[in-house]
């Protein structure tokens, strides 16, 4: 054929389908377009009859390129107003002088996970909301949402008539979330792209809740809360810490912290609306303490608990009846109960929320009438009630084989796993200050304490440190959904700072008792260093805050391979304090400290020139309130830990060289411990940018 008649031809021809899709000039080359060369996918040809736009979607799945929509910019589509849809900035945001940015969607099954319309389809909508109630519902005291009420309202078609659309955003919102992790592979490129399935919902109804903020509602509440805890598991510590405040003062306006007089027995759907109000505010109040992490300015209940009875038992929520004796289960009567009424998971997951807040904000105490070895002392009632606590937990809560099945079933493994994490936390949060770099204002109580006390409480520490490990080797042989609670990670990455730290400081070092410490810590770094448990934003912070500490202390070959960037010496990953003084001596993983960053970096973004406080400011503890002592139990002996075995007064190379054992000369790790006090309760360095965050660890 002439050059002149395939000219001809090609007129004739009609654009490439690809082409079509993208509305582009097609050159109709044969055998392919140049613009399918160049976009680097499979030219279909020119057969108008070969598909339409699932044909399209496949070609784009088949070369593995993402197909970018063809749209509105996010912030113009988020406000419902007309973009120009102008690259890099269209002009509305330019004028706002705020970033424009285009969200690029997958193609394939997956497109409807990053839109900012809910789903469609049925089956889709369908799914998330039952990942939310299998998933979401059972952890701590997340389950204030009737199912039975929203399921219903599903299938009559008035779901968001019933509930708002904000509610049905966010549940989606974690529903999407959530199934992220069982699809993570399917989405490597678009997570490693910053794009979060689900989050233009949890966006949308965050914005909608906050317009409506001056007239709250209950199930405006309920969004608030729930958007809080997303904002605060996906990272966005600082909206988390912004919106559990407004939630806890909207739930006051609607006065859902004052305990009202009930019937003896209720019926639905009274019942329902008074039990999912209890559980909100019970809900708000166990948020507020984990972002506040016992400092008193960043709580907004202190001494203060709320009065209202804790929640009532699942089966009571489904069914929409409260008896009688659930109305009497409040924290001040809480272990006084009988048994069937103390089975009730949400009620221990409170009541330990409630001890464990008042051990951290006890830490931050450096003045008490009486030292912490006296039996009357604030500080041996509260252990002495934790562990009492715990000493009677029913046996439908421990961690046994069947146990665990029994709960797999019930859909609340995670939230016994963190009920057994948040008690040997507990504990250790509470003696750790008995150990040197531990340096919290309550450890100087311990500076003249008698040297059995002291050891005593190393010993006890030590040993929640390692039943942490424990329960970590025995949620990863489950699974992992037994782990999915954000807590159990820092759970973890606490307890190796412990077991670190003891080891070396503590015991002879040795061999033994050094393997001992490895294992405990290769568990611990295989939660934290694992993406797909709990796809943990703030993993790097975690690894980078172990660093440090594993290096110095001997520990580094537990380090996942790919940390050390060759011809990088030691001094170059030295950590100077950086923590100002109103970080209370939380650590770089805590969610108000997690929140600062990120405030600090958008306004270091924003404003240049601005002044930025200086990173080599000292911390300095602000000075709390002391905790009036827990009156619970009073009257029931301290119980003492049994006496630790006599160790050698030996000096620490002694001890080492003993044991055939050595590290170095000169080492001393006493004083390095009291050196690095900085890495254990204030802040770290960025993590190096060569981690490897897929390596596995054990």
Same mark, same amino acid.
């Given at each position: 054929?002439?050059?002149?008649?395939?000219?001809?031809?090609?007129?004739?021809?009609?654009?490439?389908?690809? %082409? #079509?899709?993208? *509305? =582009? @000039? +097609?050159?109709?080359?044969? $055998?392919? !377009?140049?613009? /399918? &060369?160049?976009?680097?996918?499979?030219?279909?040809?020119?057969?108008?009859?070969?598909?339409?736009?699932?044909?399209?979607?496949?070609?784009?799945?088949?070369?593995?390129?993402?197909?970018?929509?063809?749209?509105?910019?996010?912030? %113009? #589509?988020?406000? *419902? =107003? @007309? +973009?120009?849809?102008?690259? $890099?900035? !269209?002009?509305? /945001? &330019?004028?706002?002088?705020?970033?424009?940015?285009?969200?690029?969607?997958?193609?394939?099954?997956?497109?409807?996970?990053?839109?900012?319309?809910?789903?469609?389809?049925?089956?889709?909508?369908?799914?998330?909301?039952?990942?939310?109630?299998?998933?979401?519902?059972?952890?701590?005291?997340?389950?204030?949402?009737?199912?039975?009420?929203?399921?219903?309202?599903?299938?009559?078609?008035?779901?968001?008539?019933?509930?708002?659309?904000?509610?049905?955003?966010?549940?989606?919102?974690?529903?999407?979330?959530?199934?992220?992790?069982?699809?993570?592979?399917?989405?490597?490129?678009?997570?490693?792209?910053?794009?979060?399935?689900?989050?233009?919902?949890?966006?949308?109804?965050?914005?909608?809740?906050?317009?409506?903020?001056?007239?709250?509602?209950?199930?405006?509440?309920?969004?608030?809360?729930?958007?809080?805890?997303?904002?605060?598991?996906?990272?966005?510590?600082?909206?988390?810490?912004?919106?559990?405040?407004?939630?806890?003062?909207?739930?006051?306006?609607?006065?859902?912290?004052?305990?009202?007089?009930?019937?003896?027995?209720?019926?639905?759907?009274?019942?329902?609306?008074?039990?999912?109000?209890?559980?909100?505010?019970?809900?708000?109040?166990?948020?507020?303490?984990?972002?506040?992490?016992?400092?008193?300015?960043?709580?907004?209940?202190?001494?203060?608990?709320?009065?209202?009875?804790?929640?009532?038992?699942?089966?009571?929520?489904?069914?929409?009846?409260?008896?009688?004796?659930?109305?009497?289960?409040?924290?001040?009567?809480?272990?006084?109960?009988?048994?069937?009424?103390?089975?009730?998971?949400?009620?221990?997951?409170?009541?330990?929320?409630?001890?464990?807040?008042?051990?951290?904000?006890?830490?931050?105490?450096?003045?008490?009438?009486?030292?912490?070895?006296?039996?009357?002392?604030?500080?041996?009632?509260?252990?002495?009630?934790?562990?009492?606590?715990?000493?009677?937990?029913?046996?439908?809560?421990?961690?046994?084989?069947?146990?665990?099945?029994?709960?797999?079933?019930?859909?609340?493994?995670?939230?016994?796993?963190?009920?057994?994490?948040?008690?040997?936390?507990?504990?250790?949060?509470?003696?750790?200050?008995?150990?040197?770099?531990?340096?919290?204002?309550?450890?100087?109580?311990?500076?003249?304490?008698?040297?059995?006390?002291?050891?005593?409480?190393?010993?006890?520490?030590?040993?929640?440190?390692?039943?942490?490990?424990?329960?970590?080797?025995?949620?990863?042989?489950?699974?992992?959904?037994?782990?999915?609670?954000?807590?159990?990670?820092?759970?973890?990455?606490?307890?190796?700072?412990?077991?670190?730290?003891?080891?070396?400081?503590?015991?002879?070092?040795?061999?033994?008792?050094?393997?001992?410490?490895?294992?405990?810590?290769?568990?611990?770094?295989?939660?934290?260093?694992?993406?797909?448990?709990?796809?943990?934003?703030?993993?790097?912070?975690?690894?980078?805050?172990?660093?440090?500490?594993?290096?110095?202390?001997?520990?580094?070959?537990?380090?996942?391979?790919?940390?050390?960037?060759?011809?990088?010496?030691?001094?170059?990953?030295?950590?100077?304090?950086?923590?100002?003084?109103?970080?209370?001596?939380?650590?770089?993983?805590?969610?108000?400290?997690?929140?600062?960053?990120?405030?600090?970096?958008?306004?270091?973004?924003?404003?240049?020139?601005?002044?930025?406080?200086?990173?080599?400011?000292?911390?300095?503890?602000?000075?709390?309130?002391?905790?009036?002592?827990?009156?619970?139990?009073?009257?029931?002996?301290?119980?003492?830990?049994?006496?630790?075995?006599?160790?050698?007064?030996?000096?620490?190379?002694?001890?080492?060289?003993?044991?055939?054992?050595?590290?170095?000369?000169?080492?001393?790790?006493?004083?390095?411990?009291?050196?690095?006090?900085?890495?254990?309760?204030?802040?770290?360095?960025?993590?190096?940018?060569?981690?490897?965050?897929?390596?596995?660890?054990?």
């Amino acid at each position: 054929m002439s050059d002149q008649a395939s000219s001809v031809a090609g007129q004739n021809r009609s654009a490439c389908l690809v %082409c #079509r899709s993208r *509305k =582009v @000039k +097609c050159g109709k080359e044969l $055998p392919e !377009c140049n613009s /399918c &060369r160049k976009l680097g996918v499979r030219c279909p040809g020119y057969d108008t009859s070969t598909g339409g736009e699932l044909a399209v979607e496949r070609i784009y799945r088949e070369s593995s390129i993402e197909k970018r929509r063809v749209g509105s910019c996010n912030s %113009c #589509r988020r406000m *419902k =107003v @007309k +973009c120009d849809r102008l690259q $890099p900035s !269209c002009r509305r /945001c &330019r004028l706002r002088k705020q970033r424009c940015t285009y969200t690029s969607v997958p193609v394939g099954s997956y497109a409807w996970l990053f839109d900012d319309r809910l789903p469609e389809d049925p089956e889709n909508l369908l799914m998330l909301i039952n990942i939310f109630f299998d998933r979401i519902y059972p952890l701590r005291c997340l389950g204030f949402i009737h199912k039975p009420s929203f399921i219903h309202a599903l299938d009559q078609g008035r779901l968001i008539e019933e509930f708002g659309e904000p509610l049905v955003q966010i549940v989606c919102a974690f529903g999407a979330f959530i199934h992220t992790k069982d699809i993570a592979d399917n989405l490597r490129h678009h997570l490693a792209n910053g794009q979060i399935p689900g989050e233009l919902w949890a966006t949308n109804a965050r914005n909608a809740v906050l317009l409506d903020l001056a007239t709250p509602t209950l199930r405006s509440a309920m969004a608030m809360v729930l958007i809080a805890e997303y904002a605060a598991m996906s990272g966005r510590n600082a909206w988390g810490f912004l919106l559990v405040g407004s939630a806890a003062r909207v739930l006051r306006l609607l006065e859902l912290d004052v305990p009202k007089t009930m019937e003896p027995t209720l019926a639905s759907p009274e019942a329902i609306e008074v039990e999912s109000s209890r559980r909100l505010l019970w809900a708000c109040y166990l948020l507020d303490a984990q972002i506040g992490s016992g400092v008193d300015k960043n709580l907004n209940w202190r001494d203060d608990v709320p009065q209202i009875p804790l929640p009532s038992p699942e089966e009571a929520f489904a069914c929409g009846t409260i008896s009688g004796p659930e109305e009497t289960a409040t924290l001040s009567s809480f272990t006084s109960l009988p048994e069937r009424i103390r089975v009730n998971l949400r009620a221990n997951l409170v009541y330990l929320g409630w001890l464990r807040s008042q051990i951290l904000r006890l830490n931050r105490v450096s003045e008490s009438a009486l030292p912490p070895w006296d039996e009357k002392s604030t500080y041996l009632q509260l252990l002495h009630t934790v562990e009492s606590w715990y000493d009677t937990l029913p046996g439908d809560l421990r961690l046994t084989d069947l146990n665990i099945y029994v709960h797999k079933e019930r859909n609340t493994l995670a939230a016994v796993f963190m009920l057994h994490f948040a008690y040997h936390s507990a504990v250790a949060d509470l003696t750790r200050v008995s150990l040197p770099g531990f340096e919290f204002p309550l450890s100087t109580l311990f500076k003249n304490a008698p040297p059995s006390f002291r050891r005593q409480c190393q010993e006890r520490c030590r040993h929640h440190a390692d039943e942490v490990s424990k329960l970590v080797e025995l949620g990863l042989a489950t699974g992992g959904m037994a782990l999915e609670e954000q807590f159990c990670i820092t759970s973890a990455f606490e307890a190796t700072k412990i077991q670190v730290v003891h080891t070396t400081t503590q015991t002879l070092n040795g061999p033994e008792e050094r393997r001992r410490a490895a294992d405990q810590i290769a568990a611990n770094l295989k939660l934290i260093t694992t993406p797909k448990y709990g796809q943990n934003p703030r993993a790097r912070n975690y690894v980078s805050g172990l660093l440090p500490l594993l290096s110095k202390f001997g520990f580094q070959d537990l380090m996942p391979r790919s940390t050390q960037e060759p011809g990088v010496s030691d001094s170059e990953q030295e950590v100077e304090v950086v923590g100002p003084a109103d970080t209370n001596h939380l650590s770089q993983v805590a969610n108000f400290r997690q929140a600062l960053s990120e405030v600090q970096a958008q306004l270091k973004t924003s404003s240049p020139a601005a002044s930025q406080p200086s990173g080599n400011t000292p911390p300095v503890a602000t000075q709390q309130t002391i905790i009036p002592a827990i009156t619970a139990h009073a009257s029931v002996p301290i119980i003492q830990p049994p006496p630790p075995p006599e160790v050698p007064a030996l000096g620490m190379e002694v001890g080492l060289a003993a044991h055939g054992y050595h590290l170095g000369e000169d080492v001393n790790y006493m004083q390095l411990a009291e050196e690095m006090s900085n890495y254990m309760t204030w802040d770290f360095s960025e993590l190096p940018p060569w981690i490897d965050f897929d390596h596995q660890v054990g």
